[in-house]
Protein backbone atom coordinates (compact mmCIF):
# COMPACT_ATOMS: atom_id res chain seq x y z
CA UNK A 1 0.00 0.00 0.00
CA UNK A 2 0.80 3.57 -1.06
CA UNK A 3 0.49 6.47 1.22
CA UNK A 4 1.17 9.69 -0.89
CA UNK A 5 0.75 11.68 2.07
CA UNK A 6 3.59 10.64 3.87
CA UNK A 7 5.52 8.52 0.75
CA UNK A 8 5.45 5.68 2.20
CA UNK A 9 5.26 1.66 0.79
CA UNK A 10 3.92 -1.11 2.86
CA UNK A 11 2.98 -4.73 2.33
CA UNK A 12 -0.65 -5.72 3.65
CA UNK A 13 -0.36 -9.39 2.33
CA UNK A 14 1.93 -12.05 1.49
CA UNK A 15 5.27 -12.69 3.04
CA UNK A 16 6.56 -15.09 -0.06
CA UNK A 17 5.97 -17.45 -2.80
CA UNK A 18 3.97 -20.47 -1.77
CA UNK A 19 0.33 -21.10 -0.92
CA UNK A 20 -0.86 -20.52 2.26
CA UNK A 21 -4.80 -19.19 2.84
CA UNK A 22 -7.66 -19.16 4.98
CA UNK A 23 -4.62 -17.02 7.61
CA UNK A 24 -4.07 -13.53 8.34
CA UNK A 25 -2.62 -11.10 5.63
CA UNK A 26 0.53 -11.31 6.56
CA UNK A 27 0.78 -15.26 7.04
CA UNK A 28 -0.61 -15.72 3.63
CA UNK A 29 1.12 -16.59 0.45
CA UNK A 30 0.90 -15.95 -3.08
CA UNK A 31 2.66 -16.74 -5.97
CA UNK A 32 2.57 -15.00 -9.00
CA UNK A 33 -0.34 -12.43 -8.54
CA UNK A 34 -1.02 -10.41 -11.94
CA UNK A 35 -4.41 -8.90 -11.69
CA UNK A 36 -6.18 -7.47 -8.91
CA UNK A 37 -9.69 -5.98 -8.48
CA UNK A 38 -10.99 -4.05 -5.14
CA UNK A 39 -14.89 -4.24 -4.45
CA UNK A 40 -16.92 -1.22 -2.41
CA UNK A 41 -16.46 -2.28 0.72
CA UNK A 42 -12.59 -2.56 0.26
CA UNK A 43 -12.13 -6.47 -0.11
CA UNK A 44 -9.27 -7.09 -2.32
CA UNK A 45 -9.55 -9.81 -5.08
CA UNK A 46 -6.64 -11.39 -6.55
CA UNK A 47 -5.74 -13.35 -9.67
CA UNK A 48 -3.13 -15.40 -7.98
CA UNK A 49 -1.53 -17.00 -11.25
CA UNK A 50 0.82 -19.59 -10.29
CA UNK A 51 -1.78 -20.74 -7.12
CA UNK A 52 -4.67 -21.05 -9.84
CA UNK A 53 -6.81 -19.23 -7.78
CA UNK A 54 -9.09 -16.18 -6.96
CA UNK A 55 -8.29 -14.94 -3.58
CA UNK A 56 -9.56 -12.51 -1.73
CA UNK A 57 -8.04 -10.03 0.85
CA UNK A 58 -10.28 -8.26 3.93
CA UNK A 59 -8.64 -5.34 5.38
CA UNK A 60 -11.44 -5.26 7.83
CA UNK A 61 -11.22 -8.95 9.29
CA UNK A 62 -7.44 -9.43 8.31
CA UNK A 63 -7.69 -12.60 6.36
CA UNK A 64 -6.79 -14.00 3.12
CA UNK A 65 -8.87 -16.32 1.88
CA UNK A 66 -9.48 -18.34 -1.57
CA UNK A 67 -12.84 -17.94 -3.49
CA UNK A 68 -12.15 -20.03 -6.42
CA UNK A 69 -9.54 -22.63 -6.82
CA UNK A 70 -7.70 -24.54 -4.75
CA UNK A 71 -4.50 -23.59 -5.08
CA UNK A 72 -3.81 -26.84 -7.48
CA UNK A 73 -2.62 -26.34 -10.83
CA UNK A 74 -3.13 -29.64 -12.29
CA UNK A 75 -5.90 -28.52 -15.00
CA UNK A 76 -5.04 -27.90 -18.82
CA UNK A 77 -8.54 -27.46 -19.94
CA UNK A 78 -12.03 -26.17 -19.05
CA UNK A 79 -13.09 -26.07 -15.01
CA UNK A 80 -16.08 -27.62 -14.14
CA UNK A 81 -18.82 -25.25 -13.42
CA UNK A 82 -22.42 -24.98 -11.56
CA UNK A 83 -20.42 -26.33 -8.23
CA UNK A 84 -18.75 -24.21 -5.20
CA UNK A 85 -16.14 -21.82 -7.41
CA UNK A 86 -13.68 -22.68 -4.21
CA UNK A 87 -13.95 -26.56 -4.32
CA UNK A 88 -13.24 -26.97 -8.08
CA UNK A 89 -9.68 -26.57 -10.08
CA UNK A 90 -9.21 -23.36 -12.61
CA UNK A 91 -6.45 -22.71 -14.91
CA UNK A 92 -4.11 -19.46 -13.69
CA UNK A 93 -6.24 -16.77 -13.92
CA UNK A 94 -4.79 -13.44 -15.88
CA UNK A 95 -7.59 -10.72 -15.04
CA UNK A 96 -10.07 -10.13 -12.59
CA UNK A 97 -13.10 -8.03 -12.23
CA UNK A 98 -16.28 -7.44 -9.87
CA UNK A 99 -19.78 -5.57 -10.32
CA UNK A 100 -21.79 -4.06 -7.47
CA UNK A 101 -23.49 -7.37 -7.10
CA UNK A 102 -21.54 -9.24 -5.56
CA UNK A 103 -20.01 -10.98 -8.46
CA UNK A 104 -16.97 -11.35 -9.28
CA UNK A 105 -15.56 -12.04 -12.64
CA UNK A 106 -12.34 -13.58 -14.26
CA UNK A 107 -10.44 -15.02 -17.15
CA UNK A 108 -8.31 -17.62 -17.63
CA UNK A 109 -5.09 -18.74 -19.72
CA UNK A 110 -5.57 -22.52 -20.83
CA UNK A 111 -9.84 -22.40 -21.02
CA UNK A 112 -10.67 -19.87 -24.03
CA UNK A 113 -13.50 -18.71 -21.52
CA UNK A 114 -14.65 -15.84 -18.87
CA UNK A 115 -15.55 -17.25 -15.60
CA UNK A 116 -18.03 -15.70 -12.81
CA UNK A 117 -18.15 -16.54 -9.22
CA UNK A 118 -21.84 -15.57 -8.29
CA UNK A 119 -22.60 -14.18 -4.80
CA UNK A 120 -19.03 -14.13 -3.47
CA UNK A 121 -19.59 -13.31 -0.15
CA UNK A 122 -22.56 -16.63 0.15
CA UNK A 123 -23.08 -18.98 -2.44
CA UNK A 124 -19.97 -18.91 -4.49
CA UNK A 125 -21.07 -20.73 -7.52
CA UNK A 126 -19.04 -21.05 -10.54
CA UNK A 127 -20.49 -19.67 -14.06
CA UNK A 128 -18.99 -19.44 -17.42
CA UNK A 129 -20.24 -16.21 -19.39
CA UNK A 130 -18.13 -15.63 -22.65
CA UNK A 131 -16.13 -17.78 -24.64
CA UNK A 132 -15.91 -21.55 -24.64
CA UNK A 133 -13.26 -25.16 -25.23
CA UNK A 134 -12.47 -25.65 -28.69
CA UNK A 135 -14.83 -22.39 -30.12
CA UNK A 136 -13.34 -21.09 -33.80
CA UNK A 137 -15.53 -17.68 -34.07
CA UNK A 138 -13.90 -14.45 -33.40
CA UNK A 139 -16.50 -12.17 -34.64
CA UNK A 140 -19.44 -10.68 -32.84
CA UNK A 141 -23.00 -11.23 -34.02
CA UNK A 142 -23.82 -14.44 -32.44
CA UNK A 143 -23.70 -15.76 -28.50
CA UNK A 144 -20.88 -14.64 -26.45
CA UNK A 145 -20.68 -18.24 -25.39
CA UNK A 146 -19.54 -18.52 -29.19
CA UNK A 147 -16.36 -16.36 -29.59
CA UNK A 148 -13.08 -17.99 -29.46
CA UNK A 149 -11.07 -15.87 -27.07
CA UNK A 150 -7.28 -15.35 -26.59
CA UNK A 151 -5.41 -14.32 -23.96
CA UNK A 152 -7.04 -11.53 -21.73
CA UNK A 153 -4.80 -9.30 -19.53
CA UNK A 154 -7.26 -6.58 -18.59
CA UNK A 155 -10.97 -6.68 -17.46
CA UNK A 156 -13.50 -4.58 -15.84
CA UNK A 157 -16.99 -4.13 -15.12
CA UNK A 158 -19.39 -0.95 -15.22
CA UNK A 159 -21.92 -1.37 -13.08
CA UNK A 160 -23.90 1.75 -14.58
CA UNK A 161 -24.22 0.19 -17.60
CA UNK A 162 -23.81 -3.35 -16.61
CA UNK A 163 -21.03 -4.15 -19.36
CA UNK A 164 -17.84 -5.87 -18.97
CA UNK A 165 -15.03 -4.57 -21.49
CA UNK A 166 -12.27 -7.07 -21.74
CA UNK A 167 -8.78 -6.79 -23.73
CA UNK A 168 -8.07 -10.14 -25.84
CA UNK A 169 -4.37 -9.28 -26.08
CA UNK A 170 -3.78 -12.63 -28.86
CA UNK A 171 -6.42 -11.23 -31.34
CA UNK A 172 -5.76 -7.18 -30.26
CA UNK A 173 -9.23 -6.39 -30.06
CA UNK A 174 -11.27 -5.10 -26.84
CA UNK A 175 -14.97 -6.54 -26.08
CA UNK A 176 -17.46 -6.19 -24.28
CA UNK A 177 -20.90 -8.27 -22.48
CA UNK A 178 -23.68 -6.84 -21.70
CA UNK A 179 -25.77 -7.97 -18.99
CA UNK A 180 -22.92 -11.32 -18.58
CA UNK A 181 -24.70 -13.05 -15.90
CA UNK A 182 -28.39 -12.79 -17.39
CA UNK A 183 -27.50 -15.70 -19.80
CA UNK A 184 -31.13 -14.94 -21.81
CA UNK A 185 -30.47 -12.02 -21.83
CA UNK A 186 -26.33 -11.30 -22.59
CA UNK A 187 -24.63 -10.29 -25.51
CA UNK A 188 -21.46 -9.77 -27.11
CA UNK A 189 -20.15 -7.09 -29.01
CA UNK A 190 -16.65 -5.42 -30.73
CA UNK A 191 -16.04 -2.34 -28.71
CA UNK A 192 -12.11 -1.87 -30.53
CA UNK A 193 -10.10 -2.91 -32.64
CA UNK A 194 -10.63 -4.29 -36.40
CA UNK A 195 -12.37 -6.99 -38.09
CA UNK A 196 -12.97 -6.69 -41.96
CA UNK A 197 -16.41 -5.85 -42.19
CA UNK A 198 -17.80 -5.45 -38.68
CA UNK A 199 -19.15 -1.99 -37.79
CA UNK A 200 -18.07 -1.02 -33.99
CA UNK A 201 -17.70 2.00 -31.80
CA UNK A 202 -14.15 2.25 -32.07
CA UNK A 203 -13.15 0.04 -35.36
CA UNK A 204 -10.72 2.58 -36.68
CA UNK A 205 -8.32 2.15 -33.89
CA UNK A 206 -5.64 -0.94 -34.30
CA UNK A 207 -4.48 -2.29 -31.12
CA UNK A 208 -0.95 -4.04 -30.62
CA UNK A 209 0.72 -6.14 -27.79
CA UNK A 210 -0.55 -6.48 -24.55
CA UNK A 211 -3.17 -4.13 -23.13
CA UNK A 212 -4.20 -2.83 -20.04
CA UNK A 213 -7.58 -0.52 -19.30
CA UNK A 214 -9.38 1.37 -17.06
CA UNK A 215 -12.65 3.64 -16.87
CA UNK A 216 -12.80 6.97 -15.41
CA UNK A 217 -15.77 8.49 -13.20
CA UNK A 218 -16.97 10.11 -16.60
CA UNK A 219 -17.04 6.32 -17.88
CA UNK A 220 -14.09 7.02 -19.92
CA UNK A 221 -12.29 4.06 -21.26
CA UNK A 222 -8.29 4.16 -21.57
CA UNK A 223 -6.17 1.42 -23.34
CA UNK A 224 -2.30 0.95 -22.62
CA UNK A 225 -0.92 -0.27 -26.04
CA UNK A 226 2.68 -2.11 -25.08
CA UNK A 227 3.15 -2.47 -28.99
CA UNK A 228 2.33 1.34 -29.88
CA UNK A 229 3.77 2.90 -26.90
CA UNK A 230 0.57 5.09 -26.56
CA UNK A 231 -2.29 5.33 -24.04
CA UNK A 232 -5.39 5.79 -25.82
CA UNK A 233 -8.87 7.38 -25.06
CA UNK A 234 -11.50 4.93 -26.14
Not at 41 to 56: E, K, L, P, T, W
Not at 168 to 196: A, C, E, R
Amino acid sequence: QLNTQSNTLSVIAGSGAGYVDNVPMGQALFRSPVSLWVDEAFNMFVADNGNCAIRRISLASDSVITVAGTGNCSLATEPVTDVFASQTLISSPTAVTGDNQGNVYFFTSNSQSGYAIGDVENSRILKRFVGGPNNTEIRPGGSPFSIRLGSVLACLFNSSSQTLTFADTTHNMLWQVKNPLSFSNSSLSLYGGFIYGVNCPHNSQLFTGSLSIVIDSSEALFVADIGKLRISKV
